[in-house]
């Protein structure tokens, strides 16, 4: 579709610029969500507070995702083993009723281990399926999901010692559905809160997002940002300049478990119940789709992407179920939407993506 | 075909699932359970199943990869059957009905799902995988917006949108399963419903003997030699995607007459998952796929998971059936994924 650009004439050049998916994708969604939005009915500030929220409370998760799209190894659906790294981690200290700043940091400290070891073991298995790794990592998320379960729906009780009775379902085996995480609901989100109007900004956890997203930035542009770089855009030619491959490989996707796991504890806080089997399993698609609508594509992803995603997707996410109402009459079609506008978006991007590669 | 029984080689997978089998056998027979009432479920179980795991063969064989996109033909098969029971056809005549209606909408199905698959040639699975995906939720608006006047599949409070589960009872819920059983003591054979197995069956070993069959597997094979040798590539991919999509229709529809309800909604979600670990749990490397595989591999896991259902009650966690059962799925696929590039990577 895209005219070669040459010397005739700039609008050409300039039309297609912008008809780049970079700049198309996060267009349509900016359409999208200011009229999904004007039919729900929502006060600017409403919105304006919800995707706030949810950009502390997803955005490290988004963030995770950048660093393997660099290194050439597509969308990471495997962040769930992160998440659920925290989460297990999480439980466990729970169940040690250790509490206060003891607690949150042991939670920290065993999660980050947790997602070193599993990065560690899920970068050995990409190295081994090169050019496949989005498959392998969606049916890795899967299978972890399952050990995951296995471990406590039906190891508490009955392998592990449990100590603490109120987390146990009543007959004796297996986690509840719905752990309480009343000691660490929103203890940071409401630091340094600062409120215009009905305008409210958590400075500290903006911030927080912001150091993770300055991190990510910094450490792309040091010598082993470079060399991701380098494997990402051509495998081979790194190979031959002397780069390890597979080692640079395996330590991104450690990277990016540890941030996943960082993530989904800054999402458990602020959301304050924690659903023990439920809360990680989106995790993954929510994240891409963001990502993508973002402007990023399978090969290539930057900061602002991440970020200025999470706005547009979130947007479309927290308005469309109420616009879905107010124009059928019925809400569950604007969920629906909500669906096939997280799944679609990655399609798309895949078909467009792989399309252009196979040319 | 015969070639091939000669030179079967068990695998791995097979020997692990073979002697928990056995183990599960034996377990079912010390907690005295009634093996021949579970060998009768076995055999309908394996028919259920079974033809939407065929329908991954020729997808697998034309080199387009484990079809991670069946829910398009399920939902192809769901839509037929909806329309059988919309215009209220009942017995063997609505099965059949149901099933001609699912073959025109999955030829049509079939038809976008190739061209779609065509320009991904090399990440099938991964863009199958999300076509399914979102084709889900957009197929949720049909459901929820379709003007069928059938008031048994409809909500009942609004009149408007279809049932997530429409029961089969009055129309064609069991019909194959019922059809010219076959009593040997106690054992109950289902003649009708191994008749209409068996002819998927053939079609398929028939298929693979016309001469777009050989150029299928050819083009699975070796896709640089077949295009040199003048094979138009994407027409041989898109007609096995369409057969593919056609099967998963039909499969769907044995699927629902026999667990006597239409699932509808996000019902086809996971669907794809089992089906494929099936057909590599009966020894496919996700290159290439034999009846025989599918059939094999259908019979073993149905049996599994028909034989964990009680024993993991016995033990008071009815939940580990289906904790099991999707960490055996994923399991497999992910050790399909790793040994067909280590494979690769040798050649």
């Given at each position: 579709?895209?005219?070669?650009?040459?010397?005739?004439?700039?609008?050409?050049?300039?039309?297609?610029?912008f008809?780049?998916?970079?700049?198309?994708?996060?267009?349509?969604?900016?359409?999208?969500?200011?009229?999904?939005?004007?039919?729900?009915?929502?006060?600017?500030?409403?919105?304006?507070?919800q995707?706030?929220?949810?950009?502390?409370?997803?955005?490290?998760?988004?963030?995770?995702?950048?660093?393997?799209?660099?290194?050439?190894?597509?969308?990471?659906?495997?962040?769930?083993?992160?998440?659920?790294?925290?989460?297990?981690?999480?439980l466990?200290?729970i169940?040690?009723?250790?509490?206060?700043?003891?607690?949150?940091?042991?939670?920290?400290?065993?999660?980050?281990?947790?997602?070193?070891?599993?990065?560690?073991?899920i970068?050995?298995?990409?190295?081994?399926?090169?050019?496949?790794?989005?498959?392998?990592?969606?049916?890795?998320?899967?299978?972890?999901?399952?050990?995951?379960?296995?471990?406590?729906?039906?190891?508490?009780?009955?392998?592990?010692?449990?100590?603490?009775?109120e987390?146990?379902?009543?007959?004796?085996?297996?986690?509840?559905?719905?752990?309480?995480?009343?000691?660490?609901?929103?203890?940071?989100?409401?630091?340094?809160?600062?409120?215009?109007?009905?305008?409210?900004?958590?400075?500290?956890?903006?911030?927080?997002?912001?150091?993770?997203?300055?991190?990510?930035?910094?450490?792309l542009n040091?010598?082993?940002?470079?060399?991701?770089?380098?494997?990402?855009?051509?495998?081979?030619?790194?190979?031959?300049s002397?780069?390890?491959?597979?080692?640079?490989?395996?330590?991104?996707?450690?990277?990016?478990?540890?941030?996943?796991?960082?993530?989904?504890?800054?999402?458990?806080?602020?959301?304050?119940?924690?659903?023990?089997?439920?809360?990680?399993?989106?995790?993954?698609?929510?994240?891409?789709?963001?990502?993508?609508?973002?402007?990023a594509?399978?090969?290539?992803?930057?900061?602002?992407?991440?970020?200025?995603?999470?706005?547009?997707?979130?947007?479309?996410?927290?308005?469309?179920?109420?616009?879905?109402?107010?124009?059928?009459?019925?809400?569950?079609?604007?969920?629906?939407?909500?669906?096939?506008?997280?799944?679609g978006?990655?399609?798309?991007a895949?078909?467009?993506?792989?399309?252009?590669?196979?040319? | 075909?015969?070639?091939?029984?000669?030179n079967?080689?068990?695998?791995?997978?097979?020997?692990?699932?073979?002697?928990?089998?056995?183990?599960?056998?034996?377990?079912?027979?010390?907690?005295?359970?009634?093996?021949?009432?579970?060998?009768?479920?076995?055999?309908?179980?394996?028919?259920?199943?079974?033809?939407?795991?065929?329908?991954?063969?020729?997808?697998?064989?034309?080199?387009?990869?484990?079809?991670?996109?069946?829910?398009?033909?399920?939902?192809?098969?769901?839509?037929g059957?909806?329309?059988?029971?919309?215009?209220?056809?009942?017995g063997?005549?609505?099965?059949?009905?149901?099933?001609?209606?699912?073959?025109?909408?999955?030829l049509?199905?079939?038809?976008?799902?190739?061209?779609?698959?065509n320009?991904?040639?090399?990440?099938?699975?991964?863009?199958?995988?999300?076509?399914?995906?979102?084709?889900?939720?957009?197929?949720?608006?049909?459901?929820?917006?379709?003007?069928f006047?059938?008031?048994?599949?409809?909500?009942?409070?609004?009149?408007?949108?279809?049932?997530?589960?429409?029961?089969?009872?009055?129309?064609?819920?069991?019909v194959?399963?019922d059809?010219?059983?076959?009593q040997?003591?106690?054992?109950?054979?289902?003649?009708?419903?191994?008749?209409?197995?068996?002819?998927?069956?053939?079609?398929?070993?028939?298929?693979?003997?016309?001469?777009?069959?050989?150029?299928?597997?050819?083009?699975?094979?070796?896709?640089?030699?077949s295009?040199l040798?003048?094979?138009?590539?994407?027409?041989?991919?898109?007609?096995?995607?369409?057969?593919?999509?056609?099967?998963?229709?039909?499969?769907?529809?044995?699927?629902?007459?026999?667990?006597g309800?239409?699932q509808?909604?996000?019902?086809?979600?996971?669907?794809?998952?089992?089906?494929?670990?099936?057909?590599?749990?009966?020894?496919?490397?996700?290159?290439?796929a034999y009846?025989?595989?599918?059939?094999?591999?259908?019979?073993?896991?149905?049996?599994?998971?028909?034989?964990?259902?009680?024993?993991?009650?016995?033990?008071?966690?009815?939940?580990?059936?289906?904790?099991?059962?999707?960490?055996?799925?994923?399991?497999?696929?992910?050790?399909?994924?790793?040994?067909?590039?280590?494979r690769?990577?040798?050649?």
């Amino acid at each position: 579709m895209r005219i070669k650009d040459g010397t005739d004439g700039g609008i050409i050049n300039r039309v297609n610029r912008f008809v780049d998916s970079e700049h198309l994708v996060p267009a349509v969604f900016l359409v999208l969500s200011f009229f999904a939005w004007q039919f729900s009915g929502f006060s600017g500030a409403f919105v304006f507070n919800q995707v706030l929220t949810r950009f502390i409370r997803d955005g490290v998760l988004v963030l995770s995702l950048i660093i393997p799209v660099v290194a050439g190894m597509g969308l990471n659906f495997a962040i769930t083993v992160g998440a659920m790294a925290i989460q297990t981690a999480l439980l466990l200290v729970i169940n040690f009723q250790v509490e206060g700043a003891t607690g949150i940091l042991s939670v920290i400290f065993l999660g980050v281990l947790l997602s070193v070891a599993l990065g560690f073991a899920i970068g050995c298995v990409l190295n081994r399926v090169k050019g496949k790794e989005m498959i392998t990592t969606i049916i890795i998320g899967f299978l972890f999901n399952s050990i995951y379960q296995l471990i406590f729906l039906v190891g508490f009780g009955t392998f592990i010692p449990v100590f603490n009775q109120e987390i146990i379902l009543s007959r004796g085996i297996g986690v509840r559905n719905t752990v309480d995480l009343g000691m660490y609901r929103n203890t940071i989100d409401k630091l340094w809160l600062l409120k215009i109007g009905a305008w409210e900004f958590p400075i500290f956890m903006i911030l927080v997002v912001l150091f993770f997203a300055a991190g990510i930035y910094y450490l792309l542009n040091t010598r082993f940002g470079h060399e991701v770089k380098a494997i990402g855009s051509n495998n081979e030619k790194a190979e031959v300049s002397g780069i390890n491959v597979n080692m640079i490989r395996i330590k991104v996707i450690i990277l990016s478990t540890v941030l996943a796991a960082f993530g989904q504890l800054f999402y458990l806080q602020n959301i304050g119940m924690f659903d023990v089997y439920t809360a990680h399993l989106n995790a993954d698609v929510i994240s891409c789709a963001a990502l993508l609508a973002g402007g990023a594509s399978i090969k290539s992803a930057k900061i602002r992407h991440g970020i200025l995603g999470i706005f547009l997707f979130h947007t479309l996410f927290i308005v469309s179920p109420q616009a879905g109402q107010n124009l059928f009459n019925n809400a569950a079609l604007g969920e629906y939407f909500r669906s096939f506008v997280a799944y679609g978006t990655i399609a798309f991007a895949l078909i467009i993506n792989i399309k252009n590669e196979n040319k | 075909m015969k070639n091939y029984l000669k030179n079967y080689k068990i695998q791995t997978p097979q020997i692990i699932i073979s002697f928990f089998l056995i183990a599960l056998i034996c377990l079912a027979f010390i907690l005295d359970m009634d093996l021949v009432v579970l060998l009768n479920e076995s055999l309908i179980k394996l028919v259920m199943n079974g033809i939407l795991v065929l329908s991954l063969i020729p997808m697998i064989n034309a080199g387009a990869g484990m079809n991670f996109g069946l829910p398009v033909g399920i939902i192809g098969g769901l839509i037929g059957l909806c329309l059988a029971v919309n215009f209220r056809i009942t017995g063997l005549f609505g099965f059949v009905m149901s099933l001609l209606f699912s073959l025109v909408i999955c030829l049509f199905l079939g038809w976008i799902y190739g061209l779609i698959l065509n320009k991904v040639k090399g990440r099938e699975e991964i863009a199958g995988t999300f076509i399914g995906f979102s084709f889900i939720p957009l197929m949720n608006y049909f459901w929820t917006l379709v003007p069928f006047q059938n008031r048994e599949m409809l909500y009942p409070i609004g009149g408007q949108g279809l049932r997530p589960k429409i029961s089969l009872e009055n129309y064609f819920s069991n019909v194959l399963d019922d059809m010219w059983l076959l009593q040997v003591g106690s054992l109950e054979i289902p003649v009708g419903l191994f008749a209409f197995y068996g002819l998927v069956c053939i079609f398929i070993y028939l298929f693979f003997q016309t001469k777009v069959g050989r150029a299928t597997i050819a083009v699975g094979e070796n896709e640089a030699f077949s295009k040199l040798s003048g094979l138009d590539i994407s027409r041989i991919r898109l007609i096995a995607i369409i057969i593919s999509t056609v099967i998963a229709g039909f499969g769907i529809c044995v699927y629902s007459q026999s667990y006597g309800f239409i699932q509808l909604y996000d019902e086809p979600l996971s669907m794809a998952f089992p089906a494929i670990s099936a057909v590599l749990i009966g020894g496919s490397t996700g290159k290439k796929a034999y009846i025989f595989e599918a059939v094999l591999g259908t019979y073993l896991l149905q049996t599994m998971y028909l034989l964990t259902i009680p024993i993991a009650n016995e033990i008071l966690i009815p939940e580990l059936t289906e904790i099991l059962r999707t960490f055996i799925t994923y399991g497999i696929i992910l050790y399909a994924l790793l040994i067909k590039d280590r494979r690769g990577n040798k050649q």
